[in-house]
């Protein structure tokens, strides 16, 4: 009875921690891709996972991806002041940056977004499911997305939806259709860290080397 009692109350316990509202921290995520089509699936086996941490700290977020071919990418978004900042070390175009602005309001036509009727509890965080689809330049794309409000952390989709879609995503499935093909992402969160970050890391200014994207 002892040990049921522990138990009980240990788990209750890592739930607590895990609801507990995170401000600052560290998140590692993963991303899989796969394709209906044999030539990008031989491709996407060759990317394999793609790892990407963000970083993340009140109204900052910064996320960081690297693979062999397409390079580095770090894309910094501050809601505070508005902007989104993205840099991109490619093996083909070099060092480029954009630095672009967050709408007050943003444009959600030919999107519709609808919160779910299912919850699903990941790394011991209650997730809100939210259903996405849309079409843009003729691309239809259908996002099932689980979010948790316990992660207090600006992101590209909160920044895209606007208040139709709320919390920070730990799994991501999307489905794309581009000219009849079909591709699937999954984007899952491995791991939450909450630590301190360094103010450095949210710079909105490019670093030396990177040069304006055209059209940006």
Request: glycine fraction near 6%; aromatic fraction near 6%.
């Amino acid at each position: 009875m002892k040990k049921l009692v522990f138990l009980l109350v240990a788990t209750f316990s890592l739930s607590m921690v895990a609801q507990e509202q995170i401000t600052e921290g560290v998140v590692s995520s993963k991303m899989t891709m796969s394709s209906s089509n044999e030539q990008m699936n031989e491709q996407f086996a060759m990317i394999g996972d793609i790892a990407i941490v963000t970083y993340f700290k009140a109204d900052k977020t910064r996320s960081e991806t690297n693979n062999p071919m397409s390079g580095e990418t770090v894309s910094i978004i501050d809601t505070q002041e508005k902007k989104m900042l993205t840099l991109l070390n490619n093996p083909m175009m070099g060092k480029m940056y954009s630095l672009t602005d967050i709408a007050d309001s943003p444009d959600n036509s030919g999107v519709k977004i609808t919160k779910g009727d299912e919850t699903k509890t990941i790394l011991g965080y209650e997730c809100q499911e939210y259903n996405v689809v849309m079409n843009q330049d003729g691309v239809d794309m259908k996002m099932d997305v689980y979010t948790t409000e316990a992660i207090v952390a600006a992101n590209q989709q909160t920044v895209e939806f606007g208040e139709d879609f709320k919390g920070f995503p730990l799994l991501m499935n999307i489905n794309v259709n581009q000219a009849g093909m079909d591709m699937s992402m999954t984007y899952e969160v491995t791991e939450v860290k909450k630590e301190t970050v360094a103010d450095e890391k949210f710079s909105m200014t490019p670093p030396e080397g990177y040069e304006l994207m055209e059209g940006m």
